[in-house]
């Protein structure tokens, strides 16, 4: 009887007949089992069929939901913030009182006039956002469940909290990710439990869940808005300037639970001290919360608040209180772990408690909290601009697209700034009404512009979660002026015209100045469309009009006379593509110049088409192999090959011309494939290698030069006289967490074709250096004497760097190897250095 009383429970486990033991129900959930549902509507269990928790959550089951509940409450309504790139639309949940929703036209005008200062009388605006890193899973399916609990309640507190406020709830930030991640573990999750961190359940496939469609870090992104995610995101911010932002993640497996503060001494010096000491206030509700439950946490270690371009530091720069959340993480329904099993139960519930408890600790500290954000924004949009103003002055030599690009983010930022009505001169430099802008110092977003163009060498804590640096001064290899004054006639909140293109029936050519971010572009789509185009290989000047015309070395000649396409279908395509992308084109009527070479010039080179591959796969930095894709595809509109490492050896690169090898481990790889590479080089084909490629290279006598590796730089470090509580100061010291640098560049080498001077800012968050070369001309750039620009980087590092190699192209046969000790392309926001990238695909073949 008892066998058979077994076989029973073990059939009915396996066919379903009885509940996973991870399955989660509202009703089981320790953090809302007192919340007095009602049963009017449909909870997450009724609606899946089976219980919260059971499977992971597609985003269309969660967007769904969120529909019905929106259908069923007077209490909820949805906000849309835009589609991803897979285009799955990104939904935030809007759960207040009945009457507030009648009335939210209303509080979001009042919303409107927040940054005014002026003392609040509205709603509380709380937003609690999950799974940012779609791999992080558990927060979107705890948002589900507090969803219901507030749409359904009739608990006196919870009947107050939508009374005094309005809830926003994002169950997931990231919905490319999230469904890569939740297809991957539902895939591999068999019948019976396995907590075996081996098991694929648990091992992602490459590319993780983390990242969106081009592999990037989304809570990376809140400042340099490259994503749609990302913009959506920051447009709702602003829409609702929340008073509260909530930002739910997971961590490491063996870890217990973390909330903010994080370690005092790394919080940005721009963020106020009123909100470290309101975030201590709200801390007191979690400890209170997860002590209840007997759930272990810790504050004030690891975790930072230095980085304005994540979800819970974004906030503070903006008049917000922003905290982060931290569960360990199952990956998968069971774990075991060095503190025993953790389930994805475990995980959802502890989100749902830090929910509960944000929403209740925000509800105890409104007067607090409404006060806070109009002192932050109090005095700072005073009267309309009058007279002199003081601010900053950015311009790009002869390159509109880069000012449009970062005119563009100020206005999702809400940054206030002004276009010039004439080119005015600050100091030695000259700056253009058509490549410039003026940013005002006194506005409302002071404070973020502040720390957009934050420049500091000097930190008390050396230690960063994220990067020490990013000024877009150098991200965008700016001139500036940081105390420019300007009178207000010379300003205008109107963009200049763009000039129109038309050809002159007697022009014989047309002219690209390359140091222009869209003349790639162009290039890459007239080359598509089989039109010859060339490129200069040294600087020359022409008339036009009357009027002596500068163009630098890697400029584009377009000849109007071409074999297989007539001038009248050049021209329209030509205008075509301007109406995409700000450019400036100019027409000659003659092949002479007035200095340097004639465009009939045999040191004007025609462009080959280009076919690149990307090495993708495990050991493959994500980031850096997604920055290299997003670039190609969407900013070039290059068709570009994606090649797992697996399938390496099996595809013929003969048919390729550049092989693309990001950052990364590559010790998968054999012998047989770095042969592969170097015939592919001899035979023609251009090899772009950087970071930890270049590692691989060099075992594989690929690469001529030698690397300094971070064994190398740690004998730097005296580590002799240092006490055992010294030992995480030092690797604080050796890490290079991210520093801005300065390289010197032989402007006469074809990589340096466009970028207008002689130094190049770049992004370093790796300990590699490159030894002097003994190959002649192959040197394209160096670190500077003196290479810190910004952010922090031990005075060992600087002194090894100083004046060594940074970029090299190593000749190979008729191929060349492209060496950068850095990615050049950090999070695509490195609009300065990413001109390296083009140059290496259309000059590198023809000038190497």
């Known amino acids: 009887m008892l066998r058979a009383l077994l076989y029973f429970f073990a059939v009915s486990y396996v066919f379903g007949i009885l509940p996973s033991a991870s399955a989660v129900t509202t009703q089981n959930l320790s953090s809302v089992a007192n919340l007095n549902p009602s049963s009017q509507l449909t909870s997450p269990e009724a609606f899946l069929g089976y219980p919260l928790g059971k499977w992971h959550l597609r985003h269309d089951q969660i967007n769904y939901y969120l529909q019905q509940l929106a259908n ?31 009335n939210l036209k209303k509080i979001l005008a009042q919303r409107k006039e927040v940054k005014s200062g002026k003392k609040q009388d509205g709603p509380l605006i709380i937003w609690l956002a999950y799974s940012i890193h779609g791999d992080e899973a558990s927060g979107a399916h705890a948002a589900l469940a507090l969803s219901y609990q507030l749409a359904s309640s009739n608990d006196p507190w919870i009947k107050q909290l939508l009374d005094e406020a309005i809830v926003l709830i994002t169950p997931t930030q990231n919905p490319d990710g999230f469904d890569r991640f939740s297809n991957w573990t539902n895939n591999y999750r068999g019948q019976v439990e396995v907590s075996d961190p081996r098991h694929k359940e648990h ?8 990242t969106n469609h081009y592999f990037a870090d989304l809570n990376r992104d809140w400042l340099f808005l490259r994503h749609p995610e990302s913009r959506g995101r920051v447009a709702l911010f602003h829409k609702w300037q929340p ?56 504050s004030r270690q690891i975790f930072d608040d230095y980085f304005y371009g994540k979800g819970s530091t974004y906030p503070d720069i903006n008049g917000s209180i922003g905290v982060l959340f931290e569960q360990s993480s199952t ?41 806070y954000q109009s002192q932050f924004y109090k005095g700072r949009a005073k009267a309309a601009i009058k007279g002199r103003q003081s601010g900053y002055l950015i311009g790009s030599q002869a390159n509109t697209g880069r000012i449009a690009d970062i005119a563009n983010l100020f206005n999702q930022h809400q940054i206030t700034f002004y276009y010039l009505t004439e080119s005015v001169a600050q100091g030695d430099k000259e700056f253009s009404a058509a490549s410039s802008l003026f940013i005002p110092l006194h506005q409302p977003q002071k ?23 990013w000024n877009l001064e150098h991200a965008y290899d700016l001139d500036m002026v940081r105390n420019a004054k300007l009178d207000l006639d010379v300003l205008s909140s109107t963009a200049p015209d763009s000039h129109e293109f038309e050809a002159d029936s007697q022009a014989v050519a047309l002219l690209i100045n390359w140091q222009q971010d869209g003349a790639a572009f162009v290039l890459q789509q007239l080359l598509e469309n089989k039109i010859q185009v060339k490129f200069a290989a040294s600087p020359f000047t022409v008339k036009i009009d009357s009027v002596e015309h500068n163009f630098p070395a890697g400029s584009l000649q377009i000849p109007l006379k071409q074999a297989n396409v007539s001038s009248d279908k050049i021209t329209a395509k030509i205008a075509r593509l301007m109406a995409m992308t700000p450019l400036d084109i100019a027409t000659v009527n003659s092949s002479a110049s007035v200095a340097g070479i004639d465009l009939g010039s045999p040191d004007f080179h025609s462009i080959k088409p280009v076919k690149p591959l990307i090495v993708t796969g495990y050991g493959i930095d994500e980031s850096e192999a997604g920055e290299i894709w997003y670039y190609l595809d969407t900013k070039l509109g290059v068709p570009v090959t994606l090649a797992d490492t697996s399938h390496l050896s099996k ?10 090898l990001p950052g990364g481990r590559y010790s998968s790889l054999n012998e047989t494939l770095t042969r592969k590479l170097g015939q592919f080089a001899s035979q023609g084909g251009i090899v772009i290698a950087q970071k930890g490629a270049l590692s691989w290279l060099n075992k594989g006598n690929l690469l001529k030069a030698n690397l300094k590796e971070s064994r190398f730089f740690k004998l730097l470090f005296d580590s002799s006289d240092l006490t055992f509580d010294e030992k995480e100061k030092l690797s604080a010291r050796q890490a290079i967490g991210g520093a801005i640098l300065e390289l010197t560049l032989d402007i006469s080498h074809p990589l340096s074709f466009g970028i207008p001077n002689a130094r190049l800012p770049i992004l370093k968050n790796k300990a590699l250096g490159l030894e002097d070369s003994s190959t002649p001309f192959s040197v394209a750039a160096k670190y500077a004497k003196q290479p810190l620009l910004s952010g922090y980087l031990a005075k060992e590092y600087q002194r090894s760097l100083s004046q060594s190699p940074a970029i090299l192209v190593e000749s190979r046969g008729k191929g060349a190897v492209v060496v ?29």
């Open 651 to 660: 595809i013929p690169l003969s048919g390729y011309t550049h092989i693309f």
């Open 72 to 102: 069923e409450s007077d209490r909820l309504s949805i906000e849309k913030s835009g589609l991803s790139y897979e285009e799955r639309q990104q939904l935030t949940a809007v759960i207040t009182s009945k009457s507030n929703q009648a």
């Open 447 to 469: 404070d973020l512009l502040l720390a957009i163009f934050d420049q500091r060498n000097e930190f008390a804590d050396p230690t960063f979660y994220d990067v020490s640096s």
């Open 203 to 210: 091992k992602q496939n490459w590319p993780t869940g983390r």
């Open 820 to 848: 950068l000790a850095d990615n050049l392309m950090f999070r695509n926001i490195w609009l300065g250095s990413e001109k390296i990238y083009a140059n290496a695909l259309y000059f590198i073949p023809a000038l190497h």
């Open 331 to 371: 990956k998968g329904q069971a774990l075991m772990t060095e503190n025993g099993k953790l389930r994805l139960s475990d995980a959802i519930d502890n989100h749902l408690t830090t929910s509960i408890s944000s929403l209740k600790g925000s509800l105890a500290l409104k007067d607090d909290l409404l006060d």
């Open 243 to 298: 008073h509260y932002v909530g930002d739910f993640h997971e961590m490491n497996s063996n870890g217990s639970y973390f909330f903010q503060p994080g370690v005092p001494d790394r919080t940005h010096p721009l963020t106020p001290k009123k909100n470290q000491v309101l975030t201590e206030k709200l801390a007191q509700f979690h400890r209170q919360a997860l002590d209840k439950k007997q759930q272990e946490y810790f």
